[in-house]
């Protein structure tokens, strides 16, 4: 089944007033780093932290009144759960969700908060597609698919009308894509009404379910493989998706993990806006060159969500920085009479570096008694500056290897 402009219309009048209008604001510093004008969509502002309510919302509108007495089922690694528990709180409609036990905390412990009934099982998102289809049949619930129902496509298509208004002079949308619900809804809106703007979509290496869909001619089955993009890991993209957006997407690409923290910490940094891995992946590929086709054109990137948990954002800034120059990390031998330690440290600030963190290895750095091994985790500005410590460092006599491939 195909959806048309009509549908994202008619779905855009059925959610108005139950999901926000999210703002879509130029970002002068995201423009100055990517060298083009570039506007943030910020769907994470959403009450449940992503673009999924609008998908949600709509679809449960269009249940029959027995339907929505019955109740309604989901497979969701997180956000299509949200939406759907917040938005069936609302309209009353009884909700049961079945997450994969990688589900992050914050996911799980919202949509019980929310109301909904959490089923968890199933080591991969598959394996919870088909527990839910069990329990669909079991209790004569109506199943909602994440991203392959065409009340969701076109749901999720209501967030294209918006760019068009509040960005007229878009020359193109930067989009994740993990079951294409989203990409779909939107090109097919955006296409409609402006056939000029080019849609691009961005994709996890480790799970570029699109682009391997492309390359066969179909959805085929990919390897499920961990990613930050937890959003998009799903391991085929949908059906119905691929059919409406395959001829609509003009390119699209895909970016490694450490992209993925550097643009989470760009954003947090800059933007002050706290997005999960899905979420970052349109300024990941910008800040990765993937496409450099957009220089010097009006760009809106669609930040879908926002939902990370905390401990895992202060993982992935650390790695960010990492990955950014500031934060290295070596092994250095000193002497371990006093003043050996003061010595290296002392090396390290003429070099400008700032030290975070020392630990001392005495049992596992070789015969010399005398000497002792340090892990140093040092502060820096960017890549030289690690490497012009280093360079301090040897020509003070000290022998530093490094305790990172991204370390210089």
């Known amino acids: 089944m195909s959806i048309t402009l009509d549908d994202v219309l008619a779905a855009r009048s059925r959610i108005a007033g139950g999901v926000a209008l999210s703002p879509c604001p130029e970002s002068i510093q995201l423009s100055e780093l990517c060298g083009a004008r570039i506007f943030c969509k910020l769907d994470y502002l959403q009450r449940t932290g992503s673009f999924k309510e609008r998908g949600a919302r709509n679809a449960l509108l269009l249940l029959s009144d027995e339907q929505r007495r019955r109740g309604v089922i989901a497979a969701s690694a997180g956000n299509h759960a949200l939406g759907l528990a917040y938005h069936g709180h609302l309209l009353s409609i009884g909700v049961t969700v079945v997450m994969p036990k990688f589900a992050p905390l914050i996911k799980l412990a919202t949509c019980r908060r929310l109301g909904a009934n959490v089923v968890l099982h199933g080591e991969t998102f598959r394996e919870a597609v088909e527990h839910a289809h069990e329990l669909e049949r079991q209790r004569n619930l109506t199943y909602i698919h994440g991203f392959d129902d065409p009340a969701i496509i076109a749901g999720q298509g209501t967030l294209g009308l918006e760019i068009l208004e509040q960005a007229p002079d878009v020359e193109a949308i930067v989009l994740p894509i993990g079951g294409g619900g989203l990409a779909a809804g939107v090109s097919v809106a955006v296409k409609s009404l402006r056939p000029e703007v080019q849609i691009f979509g961005v994709e996890p290496d480790q799970m570029p379910t699109f682009t391997a869909a492309l390359a066969a001619g179909h959805p085929v089955d990919i390897p499920l493989r961990p990613t930050l993009a937890d959003g998009l890991a799903v391991g085929r993209i949908g059906a119905t998706s691929f059919a409406l957006a395959a001829p609509l997407i003009d390119r699209v690409v895909t970016v490694s993990e450490e992209q993925f923290s ?144 991204t370390a210089n």
């Open 262 to 405: 550097l643009a989470i910490l760009r954003l947090a940094e800059l933007e002050k806006c706290v997005v999960e891995g899905a979420g970052s992946a349109p300024l990941a590929a910008c800040l990765a060159a993937r496409l450099p086709e957009l220089t010097g054109r009006c760009v809106v990137l669609v930040l879908t969500g926002g939902n990370i948990d905390l401990a895992v954002l202060g993982r992935v800034i650390e790695h960010g920085l990492v990955v950014d120059g500031r934060l290295c990390r070596f092994t250095a031998t000193i002497s371990d009479r006093p003043g050996g330690l003061a010595r290296l440290a002392q090396q390290i600030a003429v070099a400008g570096a700032s030290v975070k963190e020392i630990t001392h290895d005495r049992a596992f750095c070789g015969p010399d008694v005398s000497a002792v091994s340090v892990l140093c985790t040092v502060e820096a500005a960017d890549h030289q500056h690690i490497a012009e410590v280093y360079r301090q460092l040897r020509e003070a006599g000290f022998d530093v290897v490094p305790a990172s491939a």
